[in-house]
């Protein structure tokens, strides 16, 4: 069992930074792997990105490469997503979740995930 809290959202403008963290219960992260996803009012839930349990293998969507960065510290037992260049299109309730059996799996599929966490409000306006 994995129990995980996002926190690191808020109202920022276009063209600032966040850094947005995931905190994970559990002695067994690093088996897991992380993704973040993101659903904004009135759309399905869609992929941003995604780190394998050992940190060796990373997937992002095209929609944000270049801008977000997924990163993970297994001795934290805590995963990040470092969004840049934010644009108003960005806005949505960001939820990272765990998933996987192994250290080298992961997937871009929201059901393929196990655990999920509350989710955090990302807002970018001017």
């Known amino acids: 069992q994995v129990q995980l809290v996002e926190s690191g959202g808020g109202l920022v403008q276009p063209g600032d930074s966040l850094l947005l963290s995931c905190a994970a219960s559990?002695?067994?992260?690093?088996?897991?792997?992380v993704g973040w996803f993101r659903q904004a009012p009135g759309k399905e839930r869609e992929f941003v990105s995604t780190?394998?349990?050992?940190?060796?293998?990373?997937s992002t969507a095209d929609s944000v490469n270049g801008r977000f960065t997924i990163s993970r510290d297994n001795a934290k037992n805590t995963a990040y997503l470092q969004m840049n260049s934010l644009k108003p299109e960005d806005t949505a309730v960001y939820y990272c979740?765990?998933?996987?059996?192994?250290?080298?799996?992961?997937?871009?599929?929201?059901?393929?995930?196990?655990?999920w966490g509350q989710g955090t409000q990302v807002t970018v306006s001017s």
């Open positions: 979740a765990a998933g996987g059996s192994g250290p080298t799996r992961t997937s871009t599929r929201a059901s393929w995930f196990e655990y």
């Open positions: 559990g002695r067994t992260f690093s088996s897991y792997a």
């Open positions: 780190i394998t349990g050992n940190g060796g293998h990373i």
